[in-house]
């Protein structure tokens, strides 16, 4: 027994020392014990892992207890789960499955099986104990033994990552919570030991820290802020023995160790209570720090560190306590942690434990030895802080010095003199100040007298003998060299002053919350940082030079990290004066970076832009970047409407608050300008603003003239004209000159749309005067506005404003507005106020929106696409089969392939063609874009012509060269009315982008087009329209004759009926172009309709032609069959199928001869020839 109790010491002693010396590495912040918490381990978003701060070694054995409740019966859990850095197989873990607990070693699984499943809402404690010498793994539940299991294995690997109730890996250097097996529950008391621990030990120190991990918050991380370890009333655990490991300060005179350790037992019996009793007080070597060195190491919050150059002797103190009787493990620690807080006052001084350094942990035993359990010959604990040695006072020094010679820098000189002379005695310099007089004579010797004064910061409490100190010290003659520096005792005044301190405050900065505390004058405080707590914030509490008043310096936040990573931690920074430039930067930043702004988003912005604004004075470079950001917004994918009087309120509060030099100042970013101007009441005489020049994403071109414009102006994308009857709105007698602000704005998706029929056709333009409401002016506001889109004269416009008092976030409004002026291009209104003003547009007879305009396109190239493919196929088909183009109707049916063709594929690559920006390349590509839309219509045309033929004139009807004659006119046709215009004037083609575009105020895709309205109205509308015409006409024929010579017909076999009729309408109506007449019905409120299925048919066109004279037709199916099947689904049949009206040769006829017969026989005849015929065109 003996001999296990000193092993136990032996050990003790080595950990307790290993303690003192990595205080530093495993306790960076202060150590909140988490003894009587629990941490709730419900998933999502709250994890616990072990902290980068605490190391596991690598153990040959070990011992490691959790206790833990399941809240919810999930089929699998995890306890917990420590890795390797970069490896996936698990080093240590505990997992659990129903009545199975798997205990995980060396990557290997180990089952235990339970006689029932862990109760839920009760605790559990499970430990695990392995030796490599032993080669034992032994499971403990509820300090009962489950299992012993062989495990070989030479040492648990060292520096891995644990997390408490999940599994994880870390995959290139970033941690990944394995979910689907969390605990879901809470966990206590993780302990981890380094040495293997009996189970009757396991249940005796089951409130005893571990040695490795602890259950405290220096060892535990979590994901979140908001992850808490909450309190428990039934995690009661009383221990009588603790270990107490601090950093003490010692201000005293006797510096033999044996004296310091008196000090310190006076220290702990005054400040203890009666059942706390010292058994072992350990001391290491001493640690002294010269002024800033040790401070820049700082990590303590609220620590002051003194500037004055003064020292103060710190040692690293461990102290075994005994509690009596027992207490609760987180209460003892609360008592000791407040009995050791306050400084203690003895006789040669004052001991304090630094902030921070303090800790309080259970252990196993106590030692009586007053030594240390080893020499200092490690490395030495970190000091946390430093303080000064005495209470300082501070004086204000005045002194005329006389020097005998010119020196080379006489400031220098006297700044030696005074330190050489003053810092022996423990006064420093501070705010020396020197001005030079004119030389004096003196005794046949010329001195040089210098007026000075500065600040005197002296360690002495007794402010008359320091006085006289100082004044004694001054008025000795100085000599270095041959230099003479002299203070006669008139010369000098000395008076003590009372700078007071710094007084606490809370900061509000990027990189969080700094809560400064109370400093003295020439002190540091040190806070730790708010995210990264293993850095510091520093910040000097100076002695004014000019005011003798104790001031903070700003803070140095440089080893701070911003507490901000995204839009949504904006909530976490509080706009104050100080650091409201600094919000602003931060805001366009991550403003600028987004093309896509949530409303959340958008709305956390906005309300830290008010706050600047409501707060923060606004400088023009503020203003600007302010103007940036709300460009920025303007610019990314999101609904502004619910936020328009936000951003007009903020743009309006930045032009009233900025100050400027000079009476103009303007800003202008892309998509806005802010125009302000300071006007001199008395000889206001009207004013303009106006935007020259706008396109979009770039800045507008402003403009303003001291003038009214009573007519509309003209030449300006935007303006707005104010009458000199504004003069009557400006206050009276005021000294500070009114603003009046403009404001112009790239309407967007900012202002909405006051309801389905309206929308907005202008920019808007606005104006104001600075906290100045105007409205029923006598001589009206001039607006001009020039449209977005042209015009037409029956469309309906109308002149409104925007009215932030309107219900739903602001809307339109028109009253008190009236338009004056209207043509295609612009709109001038009469307004008798002020503030955002517009033009809206009826758009009831043009509803194309932008989300349809976009449809429509992808609609048409899909479709064009499709077509292509399938009048390919065709074309193919036809021309690889030479049964399948004996006929008229097959070769016409060919060329119009070969138009159509050409007219998809030219569409298809036209804008690409015109983005490289060639005019000669351009006009080619529109020259063959519209010879195939004139080829097509020709050749649809020419379908039309010999179905007349076929189907209406039925008797022998003799053309020769009948396919010839209809090649050359249908491409001939086409080829002169290009080669015409291009004769006449080749800029008729072009493109849309082009400087001599007929409508520059459009923004659309580059398409090399006919740019010429007259030829386009001639050449394109009028063919087109002509060729409608009469293939309407002859649809109408035909279809009357084919249900004539149906009607005729007494067979029961006769191919009449509801199907074959609207085949024979859906093929006819494609194959003459028909479709094309749909955009004369795009009126009204069908006309998206319309347009929709315009460009659907259309463009499908090919395809449709495919289908029906390819696709569905027997005789080209039959030729599919016999040239690309084999097998069963090859006819036996090869016979030519062709029996219909044509033959080879010359001067073929259009049908079969037929004779003139008055019988029904006769009839019935010709009936099923011609019908036969229109078969073979349609069918």
Not at 59 to 68: D, G, H, N, R, Y
Not at 585 to 608: A, P
Not at 934 to 962: C, D, I, Q, R
Not at 1088 to 1100: C, D, P, Q, R, S
Request: net charge negative.
């Amino acid at each position: 027994m003996q001999m296990k109790m000193d092993s136990i010491r032996v050990h003790m002693s080595i950990t307790t020392w290993l303690w003192i010396t990595s205080l530093h590495m495993c306790s960076g912040s202060p150590n909140l014990s988490y003894w009587g918490r629990k941490v709730s381990l419900m998933g999502q978003p709250c994890y616990w892992q072990l902290s980068d701060r605490c190391v596991v070694p690598e153990l040959k054995e070990l011992s490691v207890c959790i206790t833990f409740q399941r809240d919810l019966g999930t089929s699998d859990w995890t306890a917990f789960d420590y890795k390797q850095r970069g490896k996936l197989s698990v080093e240590l873990g505990l997992t659990g499955s129903r009545k199975q607990l798997k205990v995980w070693l060396f990557g290997k699984e180990n089952t235990v099986d339970l006689v029932e499943d862990l109760a839920l809402h009760q605790w559990h404690t499970i430990c695990l104990t392995w030796s490599a010498t032993a080669k034992k793994l032994q499971v403990y539940l509820n300090d009962s033994s489950l299992k012993e299991i062989h495990i070989n294995g030479s040492q648990l690997a060292g520096c891995g990552m644990l997390t408490l109730g999940v599994s994880h890996n870390v995959l290139g250097g970033v941690m990944n919570y394995e979910t689907g097996k969390e605990l879901m529950g809470s966990a206590t008391l993780f302990r981890m030991w380094s040495r293997v621990l009996a189970g009757t030990e396991l249940a005796a120190l089951r409130c005893v820290e571990g040695d490795v991990v602890r259950w405290s918050q220096r060892d535990w991380s979590k994901s979140a802020s908001y992850c808490q370890a909450e309190p428990d009333s039934n995690l009661i655990c009383e221990w009588q023995k603790y270990e107490i490991a601090m950093i003490v300060s010692i201000e005293s005179k006797l510096q033999e160790k044996e004296k310091l350790k008196i000090i310190l037992q006076n220290w702990f019996k005054d400040t203890f209570h009666s059942n706390i009793s010292v058994h072992g007080i350990f001391i290491s070597s001493s640690r002294q720090q010269l002024d800033l060195e040790l401070g820049e190491q700082l990590e303590v919050q609220g620590s002051r560190v003194s500037s004055n150059g003064t020292t103060a002797q710190r040692y690293d103190c461990l102290v075994h306590v005994e509690v009596t009787p027992k207490k609760d493990v987180w209460a003892v620690q609360e008592e000791i942690q407040r009995c050791l807080s306050p400084p203690y006052h003895h006789a040669d001084g004052v001991v304090k434990a630094i902030p921070g350094s303090l800790t309080v942990i259970s252990v196993e035993e106590l030692s009586n030895n007053t030594e240390s359990p080893l020499h200092t010959t490690g490395p030495p604990a970190l000091s946390t802080a430093s303080t000064t040695v005495f209470q300082d006072t501070f004086y204000r020094v005045i002194l005329n010095a006389s020097i005998n010679i010119t020196p080379t820098n006489p400031e220098n000189s006297i700044q030696n003199w005074l330190n050489v002379t003053l810092n022996p005695n423990h006064m420093t310099v501070l705010n020396f100040v020197m001005t030079p007089e004119l030389p004096i004579s003196e005794k046949f010797l010329i001195l040089h007298r210098y007026t000075c004064t500065f600040h005197v910061q002296a360690q002495s409490l007794n402010v008359t003998e320091t006085k006289k100190l100082i004044v004694s010290l001054l008025t000795k003659p100085y000599t270095t060299g041959s230099e003479f520096i002299e203070v006669l005792p008139g010369h000098i005044n000395v008076s003590h002053i009372a700078p007071g301190s710094c007084p606490d405050h809370d900061q509000h900065t990027l990189q969080g919350l700094f809560p400064w505390p109370k400093t003295e004058p020439q002190e540091t405080a040190i806070v730790l940082c708010e995210k990264n707590q293993l850095e510091k914030a520093t910040r000097f509490c100076k002695l004014d030079g000019m005011t003798d008043i104790a001031m903070w310096e700003p803070p140095d936040l440089s080893s701070c990290e911003r507490i901000v990573d995204g839009i949504a931690d904006l909530d976490k920074v509080n706009v104050t004066a100080n650091n409201s430039g600094e919000v602003v930067d931060l805001i366009g930043s991550l403003v600028s970076n987004q093309t896509n702004l949530s409303h959340s988003e958008l709305d956390t912005v906005l309300n830290k832009l008010e706050d600047v604004v409501a707060i923060s004075p606004i400088s023009p470079n503020m203003g600007e970047n302010i103007m940036e950001i709300l460009s920025d917004i303007l610019h990314c994918k999101a609904d502004l409407v619910s936020f328009t009087n936000k951003i007009l309120g903020v743009i309006e509060s930045v032009g009233d608050q900025m100050d400027f030099n000079g009476e103009t100042h303007n800003m202008t970013v892309p998509s806005m300008a802010l125009q302000l101007v300071n006007v001199n009441s008395s000889q206001f005489r009207g004013l303009t603003f106006g935007v020259s020049s706008f396109t979009s994403d770039n800045s507008p071109q402003i403009f303003v003239n001291e003038t009214f414009v009573e007519k509309p102006f003209t030449g300006a994308v935007a303006s707005i004209s104010l009458p000199s009857v504004l003069e009557n709105f400006f206050p009276q007698n005021n000294t500070v000159r009114p603003r009046i602000q403009f404001q112009f704005f790239d309407s967007g998706g900012l202002f909405k749309n006051p309801h389905d029929n309206m929308t907005l056709n202008t920019y808007v333009v606005s104006a104001s005067v600075t906290n100045i409401n105007v409205s029923n002016l006598h001589q009206p506001t001039i607006i001009t506005l020039r449209h977005l889109n042209r015009v037409q004269a029956q469309d309906q416009r109308m002149c409104v404003y925007w009215d932030v008092s309107k219900s739903g976030g602001g809307g339109w409004e028109s009253q008190g507005c009236v338009m004056w002026n209207t043509d295609d291009f612009q709109t001038t209104c009469q307004c008798n106020h002020l503030t955002h003003f517009g033009v809206l547009l009826d758009v009831s007879k043009a509803p194309i929106s932008e989300l349809d305009e976009q449809i429509l396109v992808i609609l048409s190239f899909v479709g064009c696409g499709l077509s292509s493919v399938f009048l390919g196929v065709t074309l193919l088909t036809y021309l690889a089969f030479e049964k399948l183009r004996q006929d008229y109707p097959s070769k016409i049916l060919i060329n119009l392939c070969v138009a159509l063709l050409g007219l998809n594929l030219v569409f298809l690559v036209n804008s690409w063609l015109a983005s490289f920006d060639s005019r000669g390349l351009c006009v080619g590509v529109a020259a063959i874009q519209h010879f195939f839309v004139l080829a097509s219509f020709t050749w649809m045309g020419l379908e039309a012509l010999h179905m007349y033929f076929a189907l209406v004139k039925v008797f022998n009807v003799y053309v020769p060269s009948y396919i010839l004659k209809l090649c050359a006119f249908g491409w001939g046709l086409p080829a002169t009315i290009i080669i015409l215009i291009l004769a006449i004037d080749k800029d008729i083609y072009g493109s849309e982008w082009d400087e001599d575009s007929q409508n520059p105020l459009q923004d659309t895709s580059p398409f090399c087009w006919v740019q010429n309205d007259n030829a386009f109205y001639v050449s394109v509308m009028g063919f087109i329209i002509l060729v409608l015409l009469c293939n309407m006409s002859v649809f109408g024929v035909v279809l009357i004759q084919i249900r004539r010579m149906q009607a005729n017909k007494i067979s029961s076999s006769s191919t009449s009926g509801l199907a074959h009729d609207l085949r024979v309408v859906a093929s006819l109506t494609f194959l003459l172009g028909l479709t094309w007449i749909l955009p004369f019905f795009s009126w009204g409120m069908a006309a998206i309709v319309f347009t929709y299925l315009f460009a659907i048919l259309n463009t499908l066109q090919g395809f449709f032609i495919f289908i029906f004279h390819c696709l569905m037709k027997e005789n080209v199916q039959k030729q599919w069959r016999i040239h690309l099947c084999c097998g069963p689904l090859r006819p036996k049949d090869y016979s030519d199928w062709s029996r219909s009206v044509t033959g080879e040769g010359r001067g073929r006829q259009v049908r079969s001869p037929s004779v003139k017969s008055e019988d029904t026989s006769s009839m019935r005849k010709i009936s099923d020839t011609s019908i036969s015929s229109v078969n073979q065109m349609i069918a």
